[in-house]
């Protein structure tokens, strides 16, 4: 049984930092690509950031510079460290994990920034 726990989201101030995890179990880790997504309400899940397994990074245009996704296969774990949050930054952001074509998400860690 796969399954994606994201956490670390809240509610901070614009200009403020946040770290998200999310912690995988039920899949090979290393050999799986993984990314990070967010949606609002009535909005269509859009793309934030991707690493694939060879270590492999893609950025919405969005949050380049700002935000950083890593991951720690010896923790089966990936990060998003977002910095200099902005209010249209406020949304649910939601895990992925790619495995053998299939695609796996987790239940999502609302952030929130005020400002």
């Known amino acids: 049984q796969v399954q994606l726990v994201e956490s670390g989201g809240g509610l901070v101030q614009a200009g403020e930092s946040l770290r998200l995890s999310c912690a995988a179990s039920g899949i090979i880790f290393s050999i799986s690509d993984m990314g990070w997504y967010r949606q609002d309400p009535g909005k269509q899940r859009e793309l934030v950031a991707q690493i694939n397994s060879m270590g492999r990074t893609n950025y919405a245009d969005s949050v380049k510079g700002r935000f950083t996704i890593s991951r720690d296969n010896a923790k089966n774990t990936v990060f998003l460290q977002m910095s200099s949050l902005k209010p249209e930054d406020t949304s649910i952001y939601y895990c992925?994990?790619?495995?053998?074509?299939?695609?796996?998400w987790g239940q999502g860690t609302q952030v929130t920034v005020s400002s």
């Open positions: 992925k994990a790619e495995y053998f074509r299939r695609d796996y």
